[in-house]
DNA sequence: CGGGGGTTTGAAAAATCTCAAATCTAGTGG
DNA sequence: CCACTAGATTTGAGATTTTTCAAACCCCCG
């Protein structure tokens, strides 16, 4: 199972062995189930996702929700503990969820004693830096359909870079108010939005399955350029599954 | 000069003295000056700031700008490029910018033979992409007033913790398009915001001069935790100063 | 003293949200 | 196999927030 890590780490020659090593456990989640609470008490483990879509929030003072990123196979959702004493948000299944909880004390080990995976963890949170800062950016600039746009630009291609999706379309299993929440609009907004970009010939949907008709403008209407996702690292260095 | 490194790594013990051994240079970055450049040629260090502030920034389709960090002394401004290919991004000097370049290869070394440190830039990193989660919250789903409390209550927390404020109050030199910029409003908007919170009686402005009034109130009305600042981690091994 | 940026203000325009109701859809239990 | 229900998607219309555009002001600087 968690030789799925293999394919990821940049370099790595028989760190793998090391890898497989770990001691870890499987665990399923269903649908919207919690798989890390914020401010919860700090888990020692570290998890990494083998099947399913989940995502990270952050609630408001008022309740309200922004969802910060979405997650799939080949993922860690929770490298923050790795070192961070705290959960400042939590991290909820968004269908059915095939995780591997990580010893987080071994994991930390390896990082030491093996620098090709360092690397490649490394890598890995840099990453998820980088597309925490694009999302800023989508959510803070950028008008309705250009951000709606961009999130289907940016999942598209994430899938399809794990092999999850090809170039026809893919299946978007959130609901629509979890689309406003990871765009920071209304669910009402989101659909309408959702009906122009179809009614402008650039998507075409049949019920969360989205099929893309003109990908370029997609693209361009969404103001999306892949280099923040930097999937070109170390050759396929990154979540290749 | 570079020595300051030392007092934020959690628990280094003479890794200090490797530290202070690394190749580097002190570079002067004026006012609007660009330091690292979107798409820029990856460069062969990583800078840290010794004193001035800098932002983040990324720019839209339609030239629109969104600010993504700030940063001040004791920040590491280009941790990606430890490992990432390119620059998706650009950061420019806010005030008059000290900085040390630190040889890239010679730090990566750094983290892989001296664990400390390898986690203390670990924590580093992780603190960077938690201050990322907390903006998209903040500029996906909360209202003017919300958004512009909530970044003078960062800022304000972080200058304290870098020991460049004071419990008065603090300059913030940044103009208000740039405070815009940074929490996706309109110049305009901030303005009236910024009126707006004055009139309330949770700040006095002088200029660029903050001070606070009511600072429990303010933290309140920013919706504001310092908990993804992650002050507490380790006993201040983070941006001490 | 004349600029040039930055800050304020006003008023109208545009984008997005709210609230509410109508529709749909998949799943459940008869 | 069908009625029924809960959750999700649509749609409409008015309310709000935020943006635009423009002009007035201010203050520091040379």
Known sequence: MARRLRSRADLDDEDCRAII?????VRVYEAPAYIIREGGPPTSYCTLILSGLAF?????????????????AGDFIDLQHLFLKRADHSVQALSRVEAVDIERSALRQLIIDRPAVGRAMWTDALIEGSVFREW????????????VA??????????????????????????????????GLTSVHVNRTLKLLAAEGLIERDKR????????????VGDFTSLYLHLDQAGGEQKTL
Not at 21 to 25: E, F, G, N, R, S
Not at 209 to 220: A, C, E, G, P, S
């Open 209 to 220: 399955f989205v099929k893309y008709r003109d990908w370029q403008r997609l693209q361009h």
């Open 21 to 25: 090593a770990l001691p870890h456990a």
């Open 56 to 72: 990270r929030q952050k609630v408001t003072l008022t309740g309200a929700r922004q969802i910060v990123s979405i997650h799939m």
């Open 136 to 147: 800023v950016v989508n959510v803070g600039r950028r008008d309705a359909k250009t951000r």
């Open 150 to 183: 961009h999130l289907l630009c940016e999942f598209a291609l994430r899938m399809q870079a794990a092999g999850l999706a090809n170039g026809e379309g893919f299946e978007l299993p959130m609901t629509q108010e979890q689309i406003g929440d990871a765009v």
